[in-house]
Structure formats: structure tokens, C-alpha cells
């Protein structure tokens, strides 16, 4: 079969099919499948790229049979153990970056990293900052090392269930994108939601009460004048408000994507 022929054989989306084909070839260059289009490919690559078209008519994420996403122009590996870093979590990214600049902030601390996205992202744009990620999950933890390991950014990663196995310590700017779906959402029966793991996406409840927790101990774990960032749904915005405020945060503030949805709350404690 030629190479033509195969990205028009397994019934993909065509820039699906060929980023597909370059992956089990090894290659980056979509110029290369377009000099090479009628040049015949080995069987063992027809077969694997036959399989993993399959994968994706299934809905199997592009991220997760490719292996890695780009985030803040970054190259991530991601694995099923992951959550797949999304363009909306640059801002919380961003306003993190802002912050630590500004305010000349020496410390974060990422809660829930994943694939260590957004601890990574920081730490590449701001090599002072002593960056901390933590993650209940020690698979995630494994993908989030490897690829701090790859992008030769000193992340120190810690295994826990948000501030518990971080003792005492503080830091003056903590961020966190975590599981803020409601169990009952239908958006988790749709799209890649539905091969992502389930713990990072929802509490199993309303969707608010690992925000509650976050925002009720960060203050043990903030200096003071330390800012605490938290991303959430579009429709969460009023109540992660009321949840920071009530947990004693002040300047309270809200940030929006850039479709223009209601994405980041952050508030500073005891500015």
C-alpha cells in the first residue's frame, strides 16, 4: 500500500491519518508524506497504522495514541494516566507567570499536576522559581517526572492527596486545575472525557468540594501575601468566589479564556 493509499484507507480525519502515519513511521515532517506519497510502505507499518486509525474511529484521543500534546509550546508525553493539557489552562499558566513576575514571588506550589503541565510551563519561563507539583496518583506522578526529566527543568514532584503529605512547608503562590466536574455533568459520557481518568475530572458530587478543600487549607500553606489560583468550570465562577472569600482570601478577582469564558479565580491572602 502507498502512502497515498493508506491515508485515505482507514476512514480517519485526514490530518488525523497523517499525523498518525508519520507517528508509527517515526517522522515530524508532513512535507515528507507529501514528496513521498506514492512510495510503498512496509506491511508492519500498514498494520500498525491500520490499528491505531481504529483506535481513533473509537474516539481514543489523538494525544493519547500519539503519546504527547504540546502545551505552551512544550511537547508533553501523556499516557491514559493523564488528564490531556488543554489550551485554557495556559491562562491559568499565564496569570501564574504574571504573578510570580510582578511580585517577585521565589515559590509555587502546583497541586493535582497530571502530566506537569502547568508546574513545567512556569518553571520553563521562570527558571528562579522553586517549583513544587504534587499528585495523588503515582502513575501520573511517573509521566509528570519523565517529562521534567526530558524538558531539564528541576520540578521537585511530591506523592499526595492535595496538602497531605506536605506537612508545614509554604509557598507564595499556589495554582491548582483540579477535578471540578460535576459527577451528574454529561460532558463525561462525551468526547476525550470519556477515555480520560475519571478521578481527575470530577469529585463524584457537585463538583466544588475539592475547590472547598483547597481553598480551606492553602492558607496553612501560604506566606503571607501569597496568591492562591484555582481553574474551574464557566458556570463555577460566582461560587469559587464565595468559597475563596469565605476561606478569607481578599482581591479576589476572575479571569476569562480566550473564548471568553469564565476560567481562573484567584485571591491573595492576607494582602
Not at 27 to 41: G, N
Not at 150 to 165: K, R
Not at 167 to 180: E, H, Q
Request: with cysteine; glycine share 8%.
Amino acid at each position: 500500500m502507498k502512502v497515498k493509499e493508506a491515508l485515505r484507507s482507514f476512514g480517519t480525519d485526514y490530518r488525523d491519518a497523517e499525523l498518525l502515519l508519520l507517528h508509527c513511521l517515526g517522522r515530524d515532517e508532513r512535507s515528507w508524506l507529501i514528496a513521498h506519497d506514492h512510495d510503498e510502505l512496509p506491511t508492519d507499518i500498514v498494520e500498525a497504522f491500520s490499528s491505531m486509525s481504529k483506535e481513533r474511529l473509537k474516539g481514543v484521543p489523538l494525544a493519547y495514541l500519539l503519546g504527547h500534546r504540546e502545551f505552551w509550546s512544550l511537547k508533553l508525553k501523556v499516557t491514559r494516566d493523564v488528564l490531556i493539557p488543554r489550551p485554557e489552562t495556559e491562562l491559568l499558566v499565564e496569570w501564574a507567570a504574571e504573578l510570580a513576575s510582578h511580585h517577585d514571588l521565589q515559590s509555587m506550589l502546583d497541586l493535582g499536576t497530571g502530566s506537569g503541565a502547568i508546574a513545567l510551563a512556569v518553571q520553563h519561563d521562570l527558571p528562579h522559581l522553586s517549583v513544587t507539583a504534587s499528585d495523588v496518583s503515582e502513575l501520573a506522578l511517573r509521566v509528570a517526572r519523565e517529562n521534567a526529566e526530558n524538558l531539564g527543568l528541576p520540578v521537585e514532584f511530591v506523592e499526595s492527596s492535595w496538602f497531605d503529605a506536605l506537612a508545614k512547608r509554604r509557598w507564595a503562590l499556589i495554582v491548582s486545575n483540579p477535578p471540578y466536574v460535576a459527577a451528574d455533568d454529561g460532558h463525561l459520557l462525551e468526547g476525550d472525557l470519556r477515555f480520560e481518568p475519571n478521578t481527575a475530572l470530577t469529585d463524584e458530587g457537585d463538583g466544588l468540594s475539592s475547590i472547598r478543600e483547597i481553598a480551606s487549607n492553602a492558607p496553612d500553606h501560604l506566606e503571607a501575601g501569597g496568591w492562591l489560583l484555582i481553574e474551574h468550570g464557566y458556570d463555577q465562577a460566582a461560587d469559587v468566589r464565595s468559597i475563596l472569600e469565605l476561606n478569607g482570601f481578599s482581591k479576589v478577582s476572575l479571569r476569562h479564556d480566550l473564548a471568553g469564558r469564565p476560567r481562573v479565580t484567584g485571591g491573595c491572602w492576607q494582602c
